[in-house]
């Protein structure tokens, strides 16, 4: 059995629950508040910025070219095409994206961007690139069940194109590189091993979790 597949089986019940979650149903439905998600789309703009730099890590980490250029792409993909669309919902919420890391890091995302830090500083390769898989994969995961699931209620959407960027084919591939990548370098794993990327790779999810709460409540 692949690692990954063996990962997704620990946290099934997880992202099933990312599904069931109000601020992925009423986006899918169309009425989540808008303010809750321009508030989500600043915390994941700042998120990203620190998520980009566990990858930083994971070049210099890296034994080799073909290494490098999985983590280098990475960057890039984060810092561009990622943040594409979050900048076209903020320009429209009258944000200055020159002005959004004045921001404050809001308590739940900092816990979790904290962690990946770590993980990354003081772990290997695998667990750095364990830690940080289950957000494009999880979003793939989200998106690709919403496009399906209110296939009927998304023209018109305001949520549309959220839906739309994070389910189109250019990020699957994008998820199935980390998944791929993931696979690649984590073959042959003792048990011992294996336990220690299985909880990594929970917590991260848990983490995703409590992103999706964070972006649900009040101020």
Request: proline share 1%.
């Amino acid at each position: 059995m692949l690692l990954t597949d063996y990962l997704f089986n620990e946290v099934k019940n997880i992202w099933e629950e990312y599904l069931n979650h109000p601020f992925i149903k009423e986006m899918g439905e169309g009425i989540l508040d808008k303010e809750k998600f321009r508030r989500y789309l600043i915390q994941d703009f700042l998120y990203l910025k620190e998520y980009a730099k566990v990858y930083g890590m994971g070049l210099v980490k890296s034994e080799n070219i073909e290494e490098m250029k999985f983590f280098k792409d990475s960057i890039n993909g984060i810092m561009e095409d990622e943040s594409a669309t979050h900048i076209i919902y903020l320009k429209d919420f009258g944000e200055k994206i020159e002005e959004l890391e004045n921001y404050k890091i809001s308590f739940d995302n900092d816990n979790y961007t904290s962690f990946m830090k770590s993980i990354a500083l003081t772990g290997d390769l695998l667990e750095l690139v364990v830690a940080v898989l289950p957000c494009a994969w999880s979003y793939y995961y989200i998106a690709k069940e919403m496009k399906n699931t209110y296939a009927d209620n998304l023209d018109g959407n305001f949520y549309g194109p959220w839906i739309k960027s994070y389910s189109c084919d250019d990020y699957a591939r994008c998820a199935q590189k980390n998944i791929d990548f993931t696979n690649k370098i984590c073959g042959n794993l003792d048990e011992s091993k294996k336990e220690k990327l299985k909880k990594i790779f929970i917590q991260a999810s848990i983490y995703e979790m409590k992103f999706w709460d964070m972006a649900y409540k009040e101020v």
